[in-house]
């Protein structure tokens, strides 16, 4: 069992930053695949970035490709997402998932663990 805690959410203005963290309690995260989806208001869940279990091959997302960097940590059993150019629709919760095997999938049904988000709000 993997439990995760997001923390580092907030409010920002557009244009600005945030940096999201991931704890990651109970199993070591290094044979995980770990990812963050976020869901606005009255949308589905979706993919925002995720690495490998090793921590190489960040892939992102096209809305945020550019903006966001994804890092894993395995020695800190953490995961990160830094958040630039911040824009209004970015706003939403932010999850952060794990799976086990060693690579990312953008589909949410194929992550085991989750969160329970943290609120991002860019306001313009």
């Known amino acids: 069992q993997v439990q995760l805690v997001e923390s580092g959410g907030g409010l920002a203005q557009a244009g600005g930053s945030l940096r999201l963290s991931c704890a990651a309690s109970?199993?070591?995260?290094?044979?995980?695949?770990m990812a963050w989806f976020r869901q606005a208001p009255g949308k589905e869940r979706e993919f925002v970035a995720g690495v490998a279990w090793s921590g190489a091959t960040p892939y992102y997302s096209d809305s945020v490709k550019g903006r966001f960097s994804v890092s894993k940590d395995n020695a800190k059993n953490t995961l990160y997402l830094q958040m630039n150019t911040l824009k209004p629709e970015d706003t939403a919760v932010y999850y952060c998932?794990?799976?086990?095997?060693?690579?990312?999938?953008?589909?949410?049904?194929?992550?085991?663990?989750w969160g329970q988000g943290t609120q991002v709000t860019v306001s313009s």
């Open positions: 109970g199993s070591a995260i290094s044979t995980y695949a």
């Open positions: 998932s794990a799976k086990r095997g060693l690579r990312i999938t953008t589909t949410m049904f194929s992550y085991d663990y």
